[in-house]
């Protein structure tokens, strides 16, 4: 991508312009975010809205690693996302 940023001649506009060059392929969609999956409403997967870990066994990890744990790519069902916040975003939001 080539990105230009310039001010106009009064120096108080910046003109921001982007080209895109080249584009990889994207990657599969995540499964756990895909909406047409089917989810058991039974079981809840707490997600931390802000940044995007889950509650694993008492413990927040990332999304790579909350799929191996729970085995989420050998299910044909996935738990249904219960968003919520972890203590480590919650703590950054309200020393804000
Ligand atoms: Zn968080």
């Known amino acids: 991508m080539d990105i230009q940023i310039t001010a106009d001649r009064t120096g108080r506009v910046v003109l921001f312009s982007a080209r895109l060059r080249s584009e990889e392929p994207r990657s599969e969609p995540q499964p756990l975010f895909d909406p047409s999956v089917p989810r058991d409403d039974a079981d809840f ?41 972890c203590p480590r975003c919650g703590g950054t939001l309200l020393s804000a």
């Open 45 to 85: 997967l707490p997600m931390c809205a802000w940044c995007d870990r889950f509650l694993v066994d008492g413990e927040w990890v990332e999304v790579e690693e909350a799929a191996e744990r729970l085995e989420l790519f050998r299910r044909s069902v996935l738990p249904t996302l219960d968003h919520g916040i």
